[in-house]
């Protein structure tokens, strides 16, 4: 069992409507869940970090957590053609000298 | 703030061939990683630094890879002899300190292609 998991899209929305986002983990852990959006041909970029159960917003974007599930998603509000891109869900497990986890990624496609 | 930089962008080799990456952290980032991201998967962590000392390499192999960080800032990650199947993307992330609060930032990369 991977250690994280990401439906495999491709994901496709039209632009203005929300986009959603999901992600398992394996170990229950696991403490804290980071999403990065990654365009074509470029290095990950951190949008959202979240670290308690529950939901944090910041400008169009969602980040809910929900331990007992073992589950992390990510919502994009009034999704925009430059939101097109790949979206890493990362767990990371450990302490101090614990380690980020990545998922395979879901691609998302937003059409004008 | 200037964001983690990494050289060389891209990097075309023969294998059995040497090949080495450099990555300077943002400032005042202790921790630094180097993972290698293969083609629609997720990146994958090699080595994490702690200042000088590696605390995590036990997914770096060891019999090409090698990796150092000797002054606490800059990194070198090299492969000697390369193989085909170490062409991917190599990723340079550096974070404040290591641990569970700590949000990790990535450099632009390095795509290496071994033929």
């Known amino acids: 069992q991977k250690e994280v998991e990401q439906n495999s899209g491709p994901l496709s929305v039209p632009e203005g409507a929300i986009a959603s986002l999901n992600c398992t983990y394996s170990?229950?852990?696991?403490?804290?869940f980071f999403w990065y959006r990654q365009y074509s041909g470029k290095s990950p970029e951190l949008i959202m970090s979240i670290y308690s159960n529950g939901d944090k917003e910041d400008g169009r974007f969602t980040a809910q957590l929900n331990k007992a599930s073992q589950y992390v998603s990510l919502l994009i509000r009034d999704s925009q053609p430059s939101d097109s891109a790949t979206y890493l869900c990362a767990v990371y497990r450990g302490s101090t000298l614990g380690r980020l986890y990545f998922g395979r990624g879901t691609q998302l496609t937003v059409w004008p | 703030e200037a964001g983690v930089v990494q050289s060389p962008r891209y990097k075309i080799i023969e294998k059995k061939q040497p090949v080495a990456f450099w990555c300077n952290p943002i400032?005042?980032?202790?921790?630094l990683y180097w993972y290698r991201q293969n083609l629609g998967q997720g990146p994958e962590l090699l080595i994490r630094y702690e200042n000088e000392e590696a605390v995590d390499d036990s997914q770096l192999p060891k019999d090409r890879f090698s990796a150092e960080r000797l002054k606490g800032v800059d990194s070198t990650l090299k492969i000697q002899p390369a193989e085909l199947g170490d062409s991917a993307v190599y990723l340079c992330a550096s974070s404040l300190r290591g641990g569970i609060s700590y949000e990790q930032y990535f450099g632009p990369g390095t795509r290496l292609t071994v033929t």
């Open positions: 400032s005042g980032h202790n921790t």
């Open positions: 170990d229950r852990g696991s403490q804290s």
